[in-house]
């Protein structure tokens, strides 16, 4: 007997709860487009933040390539001049730059792909929040009574109709649909 005793008082805890919520969607939603705002938040400095990236690595990156325009001609001039014991060094340096610019477009590439991941995804984010929004707008709207809407219960005495008042609406109606013909 006790183990069903504790068994319908855990079903009516749990059915207490779910009732618990129902009676406060409005609660619900509010707390759930302000967790979305949040994530959005993040995402979008996340976003920011690979971009801000992305431009230092172009930056770095032509900035290699100028370096490597250099090596090039530093080693032009010492071939040039047949000096090999010069040429060695810029050879060196020309190696390592080429090596860094590859590194550098590698984690471009990288970056460019994360982020092309991440924009439509943020912006398939903000369509959802944008609807939770409207949702909760359109929550609002019904809950809060609006005095130009009809009242469903009437609360007078039905309006009493005259037979006269029908017979001059029907001859109104005659004379209009055959001024129309």
């Given at each position: 007997?006790?183990?069903i005793?504790?068994?319908?008082?855990?079903?009516r805890?749990?059915?207490?709860?779910?009732?618990?919520?129902?009676?406060?969607?409005?609660?619900?939603l509010?707390?759930?487009?302000?967790?979305?705002?949040?994530?959005l938040d993040?995402?979008?400095?996340?976003?920011?933040?690979?971009e801000?990236?992305?431009q230092r690595?172009?930056?770095?990156?032509?900035?290699?390539?100028?370096?490597?325009?250099?090596?090039?001609?530093?080693?032009d001039?010492?071939?040039?001049?047949?000096?090999?014991?010069?040429?060695?060094?810029?050879?060196?340096?020309?190696?390592?730059?080429?090596?860094?610019?590859?590194?550098?477009?590698?984690?471009?590439?990288?970056?460019?792909?994360?982020?092309?991941?991440?924009?439509?995804?943020?912006?398939?984010?903000?369509?959802r929040?944008?609807?939770?929004?409207?949702?909760?707008?359109?929550?609002?709207?019904?809950?809060?009574?609006?005095?130009t809407?009809?009242?469903?219960?009437?609360?007078?005495?039905?309006?009493?109709?005259?037979?006269?008042e029908?017979?001059?609406?029907?001859?109104?109606?005659k004379?209009?649909r055959?001024?129309?013909?």
């Amino acid at each position: 007997m006790a183990l069903i005793t504790r068994l319908s008082r855990l079903l009516r805890a749990d059915l207490h709860a779910v009732l618990d919520r129902l009676e406060a969607p409005e609660l619900v939603l509010a707390q759930a487009i302000r967790e979305m705002e949040q994530t959005l938040d993040l995402e979008r400095r996340q976003l920011h933040r690979l971009e801000r990236e992305l431009q230092r690595l172009r930056e770095r990156e032509s900035e290699q390539e100028r370096v490597l325009e250099q090596n090039g001609q530093a080693l032009d001039d010492c071939l040039a001049a047949e000096r090999e014991d010069l040429a060695r060094p810029v050879i060196r340096r020309r190696l390592e730059t080429e090596g860094r610019l590859e590194a550098l477009r590698t984690r471009r590439r990288e970056a460019e792909t994360e982020q092309a991941r991440r924009v439509p995804f943020l912006a398939e984010r903000e369509s959802r929040l944008a609807d939770l929004r409207a949702r909760a707008a359109i929550q609002d709207a019904e809950s809060e009574p609006d005095s130009t809407d009809f009242d469903p219960v009437w609360t007078g005495a039905d309006p009493r109709i005259w037979d006269a008042e029908v017979e001059v609406a029907l001859l109104q109606a005659k004379r209009r649909r055959e001024a129309r013909s």
